[in-house]
Antibody, heavy 122, light 107 residues
């Protein structure tokens, strides 16, 4: 069974930094592109970033470009999202999601983890 | 960027009734289109991809159709567990985008 387990969320001050992680199991992690998708409280879904199966290619939403960095550790089946210069509008549940193939720029998200909550507030 | 508009915003129906949800894209995405279900406190779940293909384990009361810019998602007979928010998503061009969601609520 495919499992994705996010961790690392929490409360951070505006302008601060945080790294969230996703531990993957139940599939050959290095075969699939992965993404981060976020959901602000009571709002809809927003794709944040994607990474190819090898980690050699990445893509970002304009809203986070230059502030967030996606990476992966295929040896240990982990996905990461480093977040810098955080703003109040980055407050959201951050989900890691597996693509059905290797489409890091145009993914279909299946499945999703349960999410980790990031709150940016003073 | 492609924008997706879902309608209606809320659908009030009774168990056993048919639910029909729509999603329109601002430009063609061919059939690179998906539908997700999200229940309160849970992560979204993929139901439909390729506009009309059901994901693994999804019951056949869920179906999707459409191509280009106009897509339809149908639940043939609502079960109590189907009351949730449904999102459409295009993956025909980057960045992938979601619609704003349709809430299917119990009437």
């Amino acid at each position: 069974e495919v499992q994705l387990l996010e961790s690392g969320g929490g409360l951070v001050q505006p302008g601060g930094s945080l790294t969230v992680s996703c531990a993957a199991s139940g599939f050959t992690f290095s075969d699939y592109a992965m993404s981060w998708v976020r959901q602000a409280p009571g709002k809809g879904l927003e794709w944040v970033s994607g990474i190819s199966n090898s980690g050699g290619s990445t893509s970002y939403a304009d809203s986070v470009k230059g502030r967030f960095t996606i990476s992966r550790d295929n040896s240990n089946s982990f996905l990461y999202l480093q977040m810098h210069s955080l703003r109040a509008e980055d407050t959201a549940m951050y989900y890691c999601a597996k693509d059905r193939g290797n489409n890091y720029q145009t993914p279909r998200f299946d499945p999703w983890g349960q999410g980790t909550l990031v709150t940016v507030s003073s | 960027e492609i924008v997706l508009t879902q309608s209606p915003g809320t659908l009030s129906l009774s168990p056993g009734e048919r639910a029909t949800l729509s999603c329109r894209a601002t430009q063609s995405v061919s059939n690179y289109f998906a539908w997700y279900q999200q229940k309160p406190g849970q992560a979204p779940r993929l139901l439909i991809y390729g506009a009309s293909s059901r994901a693994t384990g999804i019951p056949d009361r869920f179906s999707g159709s459409g191509s280009g810019t106009d897509f339809i998602f149908t639940i043939s007979r609502l079960e109590p567990e189907d009351f949730a928010v449904y999102y459409c998503q295009q993956y025909g061009s980057s960045p992938p985008k979601f619609g704003q969601g349709t809430k299917v609520e119990i009437k």
